[in-house]
């Protein structure tokens, strides 16, 4: 248990995104580094390990930390913080020899900042963002743009693998959406139809990557 924490902090100060690792098994906690529990309600209850047991191994991305009751990061605000979960099993030698096997589920939180990095090398044009929901179409990671809640679910299905044009008040937007097998997850590209006119093979390139 000693090595598993040490390895889970050394992470965690190696990997500047990662602040914080859990890992459970039911209700026992097997691993904390950098999250503290904070109510003796039972784990299983908690929105986050429902979500990660049903997705029977595929991993799952939980935008909304504000759900957690039980467990918390002990350093970071829930605001700014994403996190990513994954059920797995394991045998577990019994004090009769038996061995029994166990189900347990790993939890990330990671930083904002760190997708906030990734996009900045992905230029839109001036006035286009992405942003990504989760098997649910819920929303898990948005920059701060009102354009995020005008794109309705009808629009996104319209350009999955593709592209569709959405009108929000009196600008044209080219939506592109792109799910990923692993995660079930949703990224949407939305750029503003006049700057795609003006670079658009360069931005068919950085939508296709």
Not at 130 to 150: H, L, M, Q, S, W
């Amino acid at each position: 248990m000693d090595y598993l924490e040490e390895s889970a902090n050394q992470m965690i100060s190696t990997y500047g995104g990662i602040v914080g690792i859990l890992v459970v098994t039911g209700d026992e906690i097997i691993l904390q580094a950098n999250m503290e529990r904070i109510s003796r309600d039972s784990i299983t209850d908690e929105e986050w390990f429902s979500a990660v047991m049903a997705a029977d191994g595929k991993t799952v991305f939980i935008g909304d930390m504000n759900g957690r009751k039980v467990i918390k990061n002990s350093t970071e605000s829930e605001d700014d913080l994403i996190a990513l979960g994954r059920s797995f099993s394991y045998t577990e030698r019994g004090a009769d020899g038996i061995s029994v096997r166990k189900d347990a589920a790993i939890l990330l939180d990671i930083r904002h900042v760190v997708i906030d990095e990734r996009l900045e090398s992905l230029h839109l044009g001036e006035g286009g963002f992405i942003f990504f929901t989760d098997g649910d179409d819920r929303i898990i990671y948005a920059p701060d743009n009102p354009v995020v809640y005008r794109v309705d679910m009808q629009t996104m299905k319209e350009a999955e693998g593709g592209y569709a044009l959405l009108r929000i008040g009196t600008e044209d937007y080219l939506i592109a959406c792109a799910s990923s097998a692993v995660t079930g997850c949703r990224a949407i590209g939305v750029i503003p139809s006049e700057e795609y006119l003006r670079g658009r093979r360069g931005i068919i390139q950085i939508l296709l990557l």
